[in-house]
């Protein structure tokens, strides 16, 4: 009843309004639901900073190619230097609806053959959970692995976070000292206010290369092909894994 109210509000303000047959919670039940239909994905994986944000933007404008942008819709790009400037991030169940949304957006049900290309993620984007269904899917799909050179990856962290107040950086870095211990993570923070982010970069790669590595040994069934990516900007990065991708499904 309140829902038919509501609508007759914003349809006498000309706002056109379509009610969903039982409502909220059988919108919810049907997308969960459609979670554990097949989805075809090529996940994007890589070592942080090889710009696989970018590159899935640069996806994005291929001729043929789909794409989920999940930090996009998560509101957090990275880990621990992930949401610096404190953008609100949506609650799961909202995260959930907006990926079910994107997922019809994109037709990921249809008929199209292509896969969709998704960035790798841990189960966690910052604060919001992947359902369970869809990560598992993830976890089944090939993930063409892509290999960076060091200075590759460097100047994309300098690029990203170079603009960004260097306390909020330093306060990253001492967050995660127990992990990348406490002598480097007090020389990333000189490096940081000599203003030299290259140097504190490398440093943070030591962090994430960690962590990376270590969530690859908790998937030891995930089928990974490696792709050369080295020394390409990630506009050259999508045009060559579009057609990598191609070529595999030859195969």
């Not at 059988?26 to 075809?40: K, Q, T």
Request: proline share 4%; charged share 25%; net charge neutral.
């Amino acid at each position: 009843m309140r829902s038919q109210s509501v609508a007759w509000l914003l349809r006498t303000s000309g706002i056109p309004v379509k009610l969903l047959e039982g409502g909220y919670k059988a919108y919810r039940s049907y997308a969960r639901s459609m979670y554990d239909e097949p989805l075809n994905l090529a996940i994007l994986g890589g070592l942080t900073g090889s710009a696989k944000t970018d590159i899935i933007g640069e996806l994005d404008a291929v001729d043929g190619e789909r794409v989920l942008d999940l930090e996009g819709l998560a509101m957090h790009f990275g880990s621990a230097f992930g949401n610096l400037e404190g953008h609100k991030q949506p609650t799961s169940r909202h995260f959930s609806n907006l990926l079910f949304a994107e997922l019809r957006k994109i037709d990921a049900w249809g008929s199209n053959p292509r896969p969709i290309w998704v960035e790798n993620e841990s189960r966690t984007i910052g604060k919001v959970n992947l359902p369970e269904p869809f990560f598992t899917q993830m976890l089944n799909s090939t993930c063409f692995e892509m290999s960076r050179t060091n200075a590759d990856r460097v100047n994309h962290l300098v690029n990203m976070y170079g603009d960004i107040d260097k306390k909020l950086l330093a306060n990253a870095f001492e967050r995660i000292s127990p992990k990348l211990g406490s002598q480097h993570s007090k020389a990333a923070i000189e490096f940081l206010d000599s203003d030299d982010l290259a140097s504190a970069a490398e440093i943070a790669l030591v962090y994430y290369d960690k962590t990376y590595n270590h969530g690859l040994k908790k998937r030891p069934n995930m089928n990974r092909v490696t792709v050369d990516c080295r020394n390409l900007s990630p506009f050259e990065c999508a045009q060559h894994l579009s057609e990598f991708l191609t070529n595999y499904l030859k195969k």
